[in-house]
């Protein structure tokens, strides 16, 4: 099978359509996110008629190559028509680099794109990475991979491993929920030693995250939202070690709605910092994406490094 991604083009109306769309920009559209088998041919076809190339981000895809080629080309514009795991594919090939990243949301939560306060629409969505304004924001980057919402470590991790071993063989929403119910069952602290900003912390914890930007903790449910994504700051958090009915319980209270906060947070704001642990490896979620790291993890703020479009 050839590694060269499907591509869709605009009908061709003279001879340089090809490089007209090139100028334009590239779609890349994710065909397995959350809102693809509704929506994901017309997006396609809007892009296509608006003059974009439109690429299909298949497997066999060296996304970040791509870009990064793509780049040097010529292309100033890459819209993602996906959700927080493409976006932060095709991050690792626009960080520091001369073009912008846009968003359409069509995954389940859309983080990223409720941070930026994109619609959630897709036409509007559309209509902002073709005509909105550029923004330089943070970026988070961890042992030189980037990311753009945070790092979660702990229950969180065990949750994402279940849900990549899950869902190819149920639905999204039941493999989530089997992947909480499992993460509680085999519900295991981690000890950190955490170096940041001059001090230095042993943790022992069943959820440690670390955010670009300040979450808003007193927002409340599953989609609380980062206050400021361009102050050239991580903020790191942290819960004090509960019980296994504590823990279940404030997560619930907290999801829906019914709680303030979830647990008393520890907290440090800082612009790099530097986790060691005895385990061989430890099971990492980064923008929610699965990985297991060796110590120590050396993660540190990346200020303005990424341009995205917004309203």
Request: no cysteine.
């Amino acid at each position: 099978m050839s590694d060269i991604p499907q591509t869709h083009q605009a009908p061709l109306t003279t001879g340089t359509a090809d490089g007209a769309a090139r100028e334009r920009g590239i779609l890349l559209a994710n065909p397995r996110s959350g809102a693809a088998d509704d929506d994901g041919e017309e997006i396609r076809a809007a892009a296509a008629d608006a003059g974009l190339e439109v690429v299909d981000l298949v497997p066999s895809l060296d996304l970040r190559a791509f870009i990064e080629s793509r780049i040097e080309s010529g292309t100033k514009l890459f819209v993602v028509a996906g959700g927080d795991g493409s976006i932060h594919a095709a991050a690792q090939g626009l960080v520091n680099r001369e073009a912008d990243l846009a968003v359409v949301p069509m995954g389940s939560l859309n983080h990223f794109a409720r941070d930026l306060g994109l619609p959630l629409e897709w036409r509007e969505a559309l209509a902002v990475a073709l005509a909105g304004k550029t923004r330089a924001i943070d970026v988070g980057r961890i042992n030189g991979r980037y990311f753009l919402n945070n790092v979660l470590i702990g229950v969180y991790a065990r949750i994402s491993e279940y849900r990549e071993r899950y869902r190819g063989s149920m639905g999204k929403w039941r493999a989530y929920a089997k992947s909480i119910r499992m993460a509680l069952r085999h519900f295991h602290h981690v000890s950190l030693a955490l170096e940041a900003s001059g001090r230095k912390v042993r943790i022992r914890t069943q959820l440690f995250t670390v955010s670009v930007g300040m979450d808003d903790l007193s927002r409340l449910g599953l989609l609380a939202p980062r206050t400021d994504l361009a102050a050239g700051a991580l903020h790191v958090y942290w819960l004090p070690r509960l019980s296994r009915g504590a823990f279940a319980l404030a997560i619930a209270r907290y999801i829906l709605g019914v709680s303030e906060t979830f647990g008393d947070f520890e907290s440090i704001g800082t612009d790099r910092l530097s986790l060691d642990f005895s385990r061989p490896q430890l099971r990492v979620a980064v923008d929610g994406e699965l990985s297991r790291l060796s110590a120590p993890v050396e993660i540190e703020v990346i200020p303005s490094g990424l341009r995205v479009r917004v309203p």
